[in-house]
């Protein structure tokens, strides 16, 4: 039995004690850790108001930037950073004109972003494999420094949720009243989509572009498959957020393939096992329920008295 214990215990720690690629795993589990607890708290807001669409608009929008970053020799995610925050001020302005709709302004805002990254990028001969990093992330390309900058950015993105949490909170449930009480709606609005951009762009280097949507996501709506309460779903989102990460690191290194599809991939098991287990809204709960609803009508109808028919 100690021999078994053992070699699970070998099993576990061998990705982080590996000669090669112990140092880069734990900084990508720290990274992962520490993003899983920002998407928690975000992507409760993200999934409670609906605003999956705009968290799909930024990572298309943020394209342009960092074409232009590219181009000019910059830090990619600064570009990104920038253009994120320009756009989700834009979407914020456009949405509040009556003749426009919150869903076609972001339509309208980030498929044009997204053209004008692809026009400037089409314009290059060549824009090389640099490129991909931002498109897949490099979770195994994790460094001290972007420990640091992921962890300050999130300490202040926990830090403005915390000290607006009741103002978003009320807004976020019913604007209308919210509104009528005198509070900044249009700016809380604002607020938060800055938050959402913030976040996303401090993702991209683990996750990339095209899977950070589903980073931020899924832990949360699996969350909400099990709770209810708001300040719940927050710690729930983020340990799922965790597990996923650790799980998907060990699936990426023993099976070779790219870390942060593995967490995704882990989250999204995550969300169709809470999609049959839930307690209250899983697929085994309603199969039972109709079961149970079918023996109670079978039973309604034996137990009415028969009328007897005429002689």
């Known amino acids: 039995m100690a021999d078994f214990f053992n070699n699970i215990w070998n099993w576990l720690a ?5 000669l090669y690629a112990g140092s880069l795993i734990r900084n990508a589990f720290w990274e992962l850790l520490i993003i899983s607890v920002i998407g928690g708290v975000v992507g409760t807001y993200i ?13 298309h929008a943020i394209f342009p930037g960092v074409v ?5 020799g910059a830090n990619f995610f600064l570009g990104a950073f920038i253009s994120a925050l320009a756009v989700a001020l834009i979407i914020a ?31 290059q001969r060549s824009y090389g494999r640099s490129l991909e990093g931002f498109l897949f992330g490099d979770i195994l390309g994790i460094t001290s420094l972007d420990l640091w900058v992921t962890g300050i950015v999130g300490l202040l993105i926990l830090g403005a949720i915390f000290l607006t949490r ?13 509104r009528a009480v005198g509070l900044p709606v249009v700016r809380l609005d604002l607020f938060l989509y800055l938050l959402i951009a913030a976040t ?4 991209l280097p683990a996750v990339g572009n095209i899977l950070v949507l589903a980073f ?45 599809a ?30 149970r609803w079918k023996q109670q009508l079978r039973q309604a109808s034996l137990d009415q008295p028969q009328v007897e028919g005429r002689a």
Not at 47 to 59: C, E, K, M, P
């Open 14 to 18: 061998e990705p982080f004690n590996s």
């Open 47 to 59: 999934v409670l108001r609906g605003l999956v669409f705009i968290v799909d608009a930024l990572t």
């Open 68 to 72: 232009i970053a590219f181009l000019i």
């Open 93 to 123: 302005l456009v949405a509040r004109n009556r003749r426009v709709s919150e869903d076609s302004s972001i339509g309208v805002i980030f498929t044009g972003a997204f053209a004008l990254g692809v026009v400037l990028l089409s314009s």
């Open 166 to 178: 009741k103002e978003l909170l009320f807004s976020s449930f019913d604007a209308v009243m919210a």
């Open 200 to 203: 996303v762009v401090v993702s």
């Open 216 to 260: 931020l996501v899924t832990p949360s709506a699996t969350a909400r498959l099990f709770t209810n309460r708001f300040y719940l779903m927050m710690p729930v989102a983020a340990g799922l957020g965790m597990l996923s990460s650790l799980a998907g690191l060990y699936f990426g290194y023993y099976a070779n393939v790219a870390g942060s």
């Open 262 to 291: 593995g967490v995704v991939v882990v989250a999204t098991l995550f969300f169709i096992a809470g999609l049959l287990v839930s307690p209250q809204y899983g697929l085994f709960v309603r199969l039972n329920q109709w079961r």
